[in-house]
């Protein structure tokens, strides 16, 4: 009995033969200020909403009429790696990357992107996050992916979720580097339906942190559906010559 080596004639001809299709790839939609750089703090190693906007894209609470404006100084705080290590205030989570990440203030920020909204496609929303060392607050943050022609509020949102036992604290002894490496990344997804009241419009996302919580590096992707690969019905390899040879 001869045996070849079938299985590489079988992958070959399958690639060949288009049976394993990619049907979708995702692509990023740009953000601005994506890892709140945008605005170097001063020395002092902070800086509050009234003096980052509108340098920084993300604006304020978006609640209030008519939605999406700069209306006032509510928002969570930059802060920097220095500030992060000060033993006179609460250990902060280090920036994951670059030099600077952001803190909760219980307020809204959020952006408006360049992007609109299209049928049968899915997009996902994600941020980093780590709560800080003492955890003697509120801790948490919520998500969301909004309309932008439509005021912004948690009810009227297209997609949100509140994360919470998810997000790990800095631990006490952790270095800098171990804090780098102790973010974790959340994620929420709204899949946009034919006929859907938001499609031609801009893709908003938002974010609340609570005051324990940080954030750092959000992204926006966008995909098709369905985002698999196809399989197809495997009994067709008998048409490509591939049976084992006794």
Do not use: C
Not at 80 to 97: D, G, L, Q
Not at 226 to 239: F, K, Q, Y
């Amino acid at each position: 009995m001869k045996v070849t080596r079938w299985w590489k004639k079988l992958s070959a001809a399958i690639v060949a033969a288009g049976i394993w299709v990619p049907s979708a790839y995702a692509i990023n939609i740009p953000l601005g200020d994506p890892s709140f750089e945008a605005y170097v703090v001063p020395s002092i190693g902070y800086a509050y909403s009234n003096e980052y906007r509108p340098t920084s894209a993300w604006v304020d609470d978006l609640d209030s009429p008519p939605g999406y404006t700069q209306d006032d100084g509510h928002s969570a705080w930059l802060y920097n790696a220095v500030y992060a290590e000060s033993t006179t205030f609460t250990k902060r989570p280090s920036p994951r990357t670059g030099n600077q990440a952001m803190h909760g203030l219980v307020n809204y920020n959020a952006q408006e992107t360049s992007a609109v909204f299209e049928a049968g496609k899915t997009y996902t929303f994600s941020i980093w996050a780590q709560n800080d060392v003492d955890l003697n607050e509120t801790n948490g943050l919520f998500m969301y992916i909004f309309d932008g022609n439509v005021p912004f509020s948690d009810a009227n949102s297209l997609t949100s979720h509140l994360f919470t036992t998810e997000i790990p604290a800095r631990g006490a002894a952790m270095s800098d580097v171990q804090s780098q490496a102790n973010w974790v990344k959340l994620s929420i997804q709204h899949f946009v339906a034919a006929g859907a009241p938001e499609i031609g419009h801009p893709v908003g996302v938002g974010f609340f942190a609570r005051k324990d919580s940080a954030v750092d590096d959000a992204s926006l992707d966008v995909v098709p559906e369905p985002a698999t690969l196809i399989l197809v019905g495997m009994s067709g390899l008998s048409l490509l010559g591939l049976r084992r040879r006794r």
